[in-house]
Nanobody
Framework: QVQLVESGGGLVQPGESLRLSCAAS???????????MGWYRQAPGKQRELVAS???????TYTDSVKGRFTISRDNAKTTMYLQMTNMKPEDTAVYYC?????????WGQGTQVTVSS
């Protein structure tokens, strides 16, 4: 069982930046290292969508709306994943969730609210 805890959400103005963190707790270090991870978000009235993902080898993917603005990364030594968000837009407003996939099983964090508004 892997527990994930997100942090770093908040209220920012359009054009500003924010960094989300996802700390994973697992007694088996290799579980984190070998896992694929991702950031999802869900806006009110909309389905949850995949924002960015990163494989165990560090390969990344992004949804089109955040390409060039968001950067996903991971620090295996700290068992933590990050999402650096820049030039934020009101449409980025959502609850952001981190996900860890290991051996076909998913773990989810509780979510952190991100609001972009002037």
């Amino acid at each position: 069982q892997v527990q994930l805890v997100e942090s770093g959400g908040g209220l920012v103005q359009p054009g500003e930046s924010l960094r989300l963190s996802c700390a994973a707790s697992t007694r088996i270090f290799s579980v984190f290292v070998l896992s694929a991870m991702g950031w999802y978000r869900q806006a009110p009235g909309k389905q949850r969508e995949l924002v960015a993902s990163i494989t165990s080898g560090g390969r990344t993917t992004y949804t089109d709306s955040v390409k060039g603005r968001f950067t996903i990364s991971r620090d295996n030594a700290k068992t933590t994943m990050y999402l650096q968000m820049t030039n934020m837009k009101p449409e980025d407003t959502a609850v952001y969730y981190c996900n860890l996939n290991f051996n076909g099983g998913d773990s989810w964090g509780q979510g952190t609210q991100v609001t972009v508004s002037s």
